[in-house]
């Protein structure tokens, strides 16, 4: 354990696995009470019990991010059982269905904006006022390198990654100087359970330095993003990608 987010509470959506549920783990180790929220509140529950079980301090959230409601109800929670809150990793995601456009249905184009860029919106939405009212602090928006170039076949994802990099830029305008900086990761293919429909072996060959990216990985950049070492950084896009995007 070290005291790097002491004192600091920090909501992490899709907690349950991968990126989320390691930075859940981070988080927590470092020192922040975390409120560990995702849809599958079985998974977010097992992620807080080995939080514990290693001496920090998690509480479980069920939380349907596509749902303005469940978000708020994720930011009171971290509050009334917390105090405050000071630090949020905007996370869940999905794939969306891999079809072209004109073959992918508008049931699917809506579902994957409603959960990649919609709840992004509602987590910022509800989490400002309440980092507001605890003095300050930091938020970080899973975006993807998909929200900085194109692939084909996955447009509602690709679209509603450029959204949230869009969206994280004009956050972190309006609140630069209220005391709360808004940052994107962008990370590359990570090993989660999100790329299992993929053949990996492709996938590494996309990355030039020759290996998927691990979750544990995405969780370091995200905490600096999160703490003060980054007292400076607002509004940037950090890129975790084995050198997929330099090409």
């Not at 905007?90 to 959960?115: C, F, K, M, Y």
């Not at 994802?157 to 450029?162: D, E, I, L, N, P």
């Not at 869009?166 to 956050?171: F, V």
């Amino acid at each position: 354990m070290s005291n790097r987010f002491k004192n600091k509470v920090a909501l992490v959506t899709g907690a349950g696995s991968g990126i989320g549920k390691s930075t859940a783990m981070l988080l927590a180790k470092q020192g922040a009470s975390v409120v560990v929220s995702d849809i599958n509140f079985e998974a977010a529950q097992k992620v807080a019990e080995e939080i514990v079980s290693l001496g920090g301090k998690a509480a479980a959230n069920k939380a349907n991010t596509a749902e303005p409601e469940d978000m708020k109800a994720a930011v009171e929670f971290s509050v009334s059982t917390y105090g405050a809150l000071h630090l949020a990793f905007n996370n869940a995601g999905i794939l969306g269905d891999v079809q072209p456009i004109a073959d992918l249905s508008i049931e699917a184009w809506r579902r994957v904006i409603d959960i990649n860029l919609n709840a992004v919106f509602y987590g910022l939405h509800y989490q400002i006022p309440a980092i507001l009212a605890a003095g300050g602090g930091a938020i970080v928006n899973t975006a993807s390198i998909l929200g900085l170039v194109g692939t084909e076949n996955i447009s509602g994802y690709v679209a509603a990654k450029h959204g949230v990099t869009g969206l994280t830029k004009t956050a972190s305008l309006e609140y630069a100087e209220k005391g709360i900086r808004i940052n994107s990761v962008h990370p590359g293919y990570i090993k989660t359970p999100l790329i299992s429909e993929f053949d990996e072996a492709e996938l590494i060959k996309l990355h030039p330095v020759g290996r998927l990216g691990n979750p544990e990985e995405v969780a370091q950049v995200v905490a600096f993003l999160l703490s003060d070492d980054a007292s400076f950084v607002t509004g940037s896009q950090y890129v975790v990608d084995g050198s997929y995007t330099s090409q």
